[in-house]
Nanobody, 119 residues
Framework: QVQLVESGGGLVQPGGSLRLSCPAS????????MGWFRQAPGNQPELVAQ???????NYADSVQCRFSISRDNAKNTVYLQMNNLKPEDTAVYYC?????????????WGQGTQVTVSS
């Protein structure tokens, strides 16, 4: 099992910044992939950014050069720094972990945190 609890969402004006945090209940080294997805009303969930195995990173084209994913292994925490936010970034952001548990890979999700970009 992996418990995830996101924080850091809120209301911000276009061009502003937010940083999301996601502490995990176990070592990041025991998690195969970890990152962020988002879902806007009426849309399918989409990958925003993630660490893949070997600490490689993967970003959605729409957030390249604006968002940055990072990790603090000592705190078992992954962050998402979001700069130059746009109204189209408005969504619920979910932390995701893909990890081996009892010999089976599972997806684990946090409860989500709302990000609203509006003037």
């Amino acid at each position: 099992q992996v418990q995830l609890v996101e924080s850091g969402g809120g209301l911000v004006q276009p061009g502003g910044s937010l940083r999301l945090s996601c502490p995990a209940s176990r070592s990041l080294f025991s998690i195969n992939r970890m990152g962020w997805f988002r879902q806007a009303p009426g849309n399918q969930p989409e990958l925003v950014a993630q660490f893949t195995s070997g600490s490689m990173t993967n970003y959605a084209d729409s957030v390249q050069c604006r968002f940055s994913i990072s990790r603090d292994n000592a705190k078992n925490t992954v962050y998402l720094q979001m700069n130059n936010l746009k109204p189209e970034d408005t969504a619920v952001y979910y932390c995701n972990a893909y990890a081996l548990d009892g010999g089976v890979f599972n997806n684990y999700w946090g409860q989500g945190t709302q990000v609203t970009v509006s003037s």
